[in-house]
């Protein structure tokens, strides 16, 4: 596995929002503090692609659950994420797990060469510290996206899946290709150790909020372990992360430690209005000379291709979303369906990516508060809060909060109507071992999926297959 080797003397304050104008080899990436950052900023620019969370990831996992009906059958829009037909060389296959390695290979590159001393005298030894922390970040995000598609889901049976190839050194040339899989449970072992070591290395802060919603903190951390800890069923865990950014007992909840995460008073500021909001933990950020196009934006084909609308009989109708929920202007009507428009903006497409939000960590609270009866009350505050941020005047009924099976229906559809197109339906579905539902209109249907069916999971790629004997 071969990574190719961008960088630039971006400036801090840009980040990864700029384009690499030059190519060097990896002999003299580490000769100077500004070639150093560059090759920071292609990690995170790797993560970006259009195949990863430049946006398409969130649809392939949006589309295999029930909300979203396609119109097109495009296999280049996902249409065999909605169908469930992928095979080992579809392009989304090939292309998602070509787009996770090369990020894990560049995070690979910059951590081995940091921890040889290449570039020591260049940088600071804080500043060291801190480009490491955010490759593990960065890596830990890039086997957890892929192992929740190519693998089965850890609660399946622990974790004794066959997982991924656990790549954890830097690779420039093809000479270690041959790399077996390891188990889920290993691989879940090592994004977690991985966050862990992010969470100590990473700063509290940066020094504006645009780095602070595009580069990962301490709090970026701590709010992924969330979402990792509730995909393995460890809720205890999850509650520990989560109170790290969430120390209230009651509304208004907000992080006292590192950035000042919250709800922004609107949902419609953080799509549209302002990108670097306190509620944005980290989104991928685009600019006119660094966007995506065409079939490769998620606002081309939710937006402007319209390719996907939702599902009069999925969460669009559910008595939980009311006529008045602020969220309902987030969407609009052609031709009597009903479209997503998170990401509205015309060509070139410069709406930033969100990959964590605020609201997703409080969502993620309440549920592992309240499997179990652990703190029904303050389960229902988090639920609560997130709603009627959106429609204030909406109570949920007693017999909601007060019941666990009940309380954990009501989070779950308000995942489904808070993070719609923000990619976790489908996670949501694998990571409780549900079925995929049916789901079409009259003119293309598609039946439902087992939990033990084949392609319940992505199949593995073809380049893997062909490449790596080891790989079954």
């Known amino acids: 596995m071969a990574g190719l080797l961008l960088a630039s003397g971006c400036s801090t304050e840009d980040g990864l929002n700029l384009v690499p104008t030059t190519q060097i080899s990896d002999e003299n990436v580490f000769d100077t503090a500004d070639r150093i950052e560059g090759l920071a900023n292609g990690v995170y620019k790797s993560l970006k692609s259009a195949s990863l969370y430049g946006g398409r990831y969130l649809l392939y996992q ?6 979203f009906l396609n119109i097109t059958a495009n296999s280049y829009t996902a249409y065999e994420s909605w169908n469930n037909s992928y095979s080992s060389g579809s392009n989304d296959v090939n292309n998602l797990w070509s787009a996770a390695y090369a990020t894990i290979n560049r995070a690979n590159i910059l951590i081995d060469g940091l921890n040889t001393g290449k570039g020591d005298g260049k940088i600071t030894e804080e500043k060291k510290q801190n480009y490491i922390a955010e490759a593990k970040f960065l890596r830990a995000l890039s086997y957890f996206s892929l192992v929740n598609v190519f693998a089965q889901p850890y609660v399946k049976n622990g974790g004794l899946s066959p997982g991924l190839p656990l790549r954890l050194q830097a690779e420039t040339d093809a000479n270690n290709n041959d790399l077996a ?9 090592q994004i977690l150790t991985d966050l862990d070591d992010a969470e100590t290395g990473l700063p509290e802060t940066y020094s504006t909020d645009l780095l602070n919603t595009t580069r990962a903190h301490k709090n970026t951390a701590r709010a992924l372990k969330t979402r990792v800890y509730l995909t393995i069923g ?86 939980q979303w009311g006529a008045d929920d602020v969220r309902r202007s987030l969407l609009y009507t052609n031709s009597g369906k009903q479209f ?59 017999s909601i909060t007060g019941n666990e099976s009940n309380l954990l229906e009501a989070i779950a559809k308000e995942r489904r109507i808070e993070l719609l197109g923000e990619g976790f339906r489908g996670f949501d579905l694998l990571r409780k071992l549900q079925d995929l539902p049916a789901k079409g209109d009259s003119n293309i249907q598609t039946s439902s999926v087992s939990v033990n069916a084949e392609n319940y999971i992505f199949p593995s790629p073809s380049t893997e297959l062909t490449t790596n004997k080891l790989f079954n």
């Open 234 to 319: 460890e809720l205890d865990s999850v509650i520990e992360e989560a109170v790290k950014l969430i120390p209230q007992n009651v509304a208004p909840f907000s992080a006292e430690q590192g950035v000042n995460h919250a709800l922004q008073a609107s949902i419609l500021t953080i799509f549209g209005t302002s990108y670097v909001t306190k509620e944005s933990i980290l989104s991928m950020p685009m600019t006119t000379n660094d966007a995506l196009s065409g079939q490769s934006s998620i606002g081309y084909i939710y937006n402007v291709n319209r390719e996907y609308y939702l599902n009069p009989n999925g969460i669009l109708n559910d008595a």
């Open 181 to 189: 899989r390891s188990t889920v449970s290993e691989v879940y072992a």
């Open 62 to 67: 949006d589309v295999r659950g029930e909300d």
């Open 340 to 398: 997503l428009k998170k990401y509205a903006k015309a060509s070139p497409f410069v709406d930033y990516i969100p990959v964590i939000r605020y609201a997703e960590v409080l969502l993620n609270y309440a549920e592992a508060l309240a499997t179990g009866g652990r703190n029904l009350s303050l389960a229902a505050n988090l639920l609560e809060a997130v709603h009627q941020r959106s429609d204030p005047n909406y109570s949920f009924a007693a």
